[in-house]
């Protein structure tokens, strides 16, 4: 679909010269028009195929230091007319907050990422070429639901300062979500997905799905642990994806330091993690393909969280960098950690006793670190090697602890498109049975 960039710079500059005529003292805008086609498979059978267009405008408004936002989905005249009424009543009502500024300068920019057409045909052969895979090759593994959507879009971000960044992006979207059966045997549900430029390639041969569909069988199997014990945590990377992200929320986002509940408040330039530990966020790294290039109106660049085990930064955006004093972040997406000089099965066949955890389920990390919940698709591991699928089995510990308590850090690495990062061994991790 041809998006005419033409009217997203019309009423983004309209927009603002109402806001400014309207009495803001400055503002930004984010205009966008989009297309998506999707395919959507239930139960093992084709369920919804359909085209949607959508478009956005996004108000920031500025009023004495008092901030009006407002977003709707039309991007017309009218509609601009009555969203900068509503983000200045909402600006009139609220508190000063001398954080909240507009971005300076930094002129006209245009980012156009690789282009690709729309092709429904690939779309559902790529979808047939998927179950008739998993249906030979895995027979007990049931599809559940499979999701492919192409996504093409053009996001222009404009401001009082003469700011004007036009992003211009295409992507497909893959989501599988599957469970085993054998008679009255079922497994618990798992799902993998990831984003891609094209679909050159098929799509069971993205690693951690194949992985993930290939053991599936091998739960129908999976047996209690016995006992509690403390053990070795062996991470897949999604499942570390998501303990790093509660980490960094608790520890170095916006809302953590300026509430001062960050454990790591006053550890910018210590040691808080093993010296293995590299963590950023790299929005210009072509690995990653769903993050924006700005980052609180300016551009975005690569920023370096944890170096070496050191906390180099905070992740932080203008207005909480304004309000703690701390410099912005260049980047708050797109997470990196670097891989390690092991492979997954050299760290496998270093741990005694412990849990390859594919899926946690539980409640947020504390501030402290502390953690508790269920390992689910998981197997246990025992003298270095895989020794079965477990039920669903008690994990606890301390996140922070953890990263200073690393067996190994795998020299692969997992690419979804939002996030790189490889496979991780951590020593001291409560595991409870029955």
Not at 273 to 279: E, Q, V
Not at 391 to 401: I, K
């Amino acid at each position: 679909m041809a998006i005419d960039s033409n009217e997203l710079y019309d009423i983004a500059d309209y927009t603002l010269d109402r806001l400014k005529g309207s009495g803001a003292d400055g503002a930004d805008v984010s205009v966008t028009s989009g297309m998506m086609d999707e395919l959507n498979l239930d139960a093992g059978k084709f369920s919804l195929m359909r085209t949607t267009f959508s478009k956005n405008l996004a108000i920031r408004a500025l009023s004495k230091s008092r901030k009006g936002a407002y977003q709707t989905n039309k991007i017309d005249r009218q509609t601009a007319d009555a969203a900068v009424g509503s983000a200045i009543a909402a600006a009139e009502s609220s508190e000063p907050d001398e954080a909240e500024v507009i971005s300076d300068a930094i002129g006209e920019h245009i980012f156009e990422g690789p282009q690709n057409d729309s092709d429904k045909d690939l779309i559902y052969d790529r979808m047939v070429e998927l179950m008739d895979q998993v249906k030979q090759d895995f027979p007990k593994v049931e599809i559940m639901q499979f999701i492919v959507q192409y996504n093409v879009f053009d996001h222009l971000f404009a401001n009082s300062s003469k700011t004007r960044v036009l992003t211009k992006r295409s992507m497909y979207s893959v989501d599988v979500a599957f469970s085993a059966r054998d008679g009255d045997k079922t497994t618990s549900f798992n799902g993998s997905g990831y984003c891609a430029r094209d679909l050159d390639k098929p799509i069971l041969s993205y690693p951690d799905l194949l992985r993930l569909i290939s053991g599936a069988t091998g739960e129908l199997d999976a047996k209690p642990v016995n006992g509690k014990f403390t053990g070795v945590l062996l991470c897949s990377p999604n499942s570390l994806s998501g303990f790093l992200s509660e980490v960094l929320g608790n520890c170095v986002g916006g809302g953590a330091i300026i509430a001062g509940t960050s454990p790591w408040k006053d550890k910018l330039g210590q040691l808080v993690a093993d010296r293995r530990i590299d963590i950023s966020f790299a929005p210009h790294d072509r690995r990653i393909i769903n993050v924006s290039r700005l980052q609180d109106g300016y551009l975005a660049y690569n920023q370096d969280i944890i170096k070496e085990g050191k906390l180099t930064a905070f992740a932080l955006s203008e207005y909480a960098a304004l309000k703690t004093g701390f410099p912005r972040a260049g980047a708050t997406s797109g997470m990196m950690m670097a891989a390690g000089d092991m492979p997954v099965d050299a760290i496998t066949a270093g741990i005694g006793r412990g849990i390859l955890i594919n899926r946690f389920s539980g409640g947020r990390m504390a501030p402290n670190g502390d953690f508790s919940g269920v390992a689910k698709n998981s197997f246990l591991i025992e003298d270095g090697k895989i020794a079965g699928a477990v039920a669903e089995t008690m994990v606890s510990g301390n996140m922070l602890d953890m990263l200073q308590n690393v067996l190994g850090v795998s020299s692969e690495q997992d690419l979804d498109g939002n996030t790189v990062v490889p496979w991780a061994a951590f020593n001291g991790v409560t595991i409870s049975g029955n």
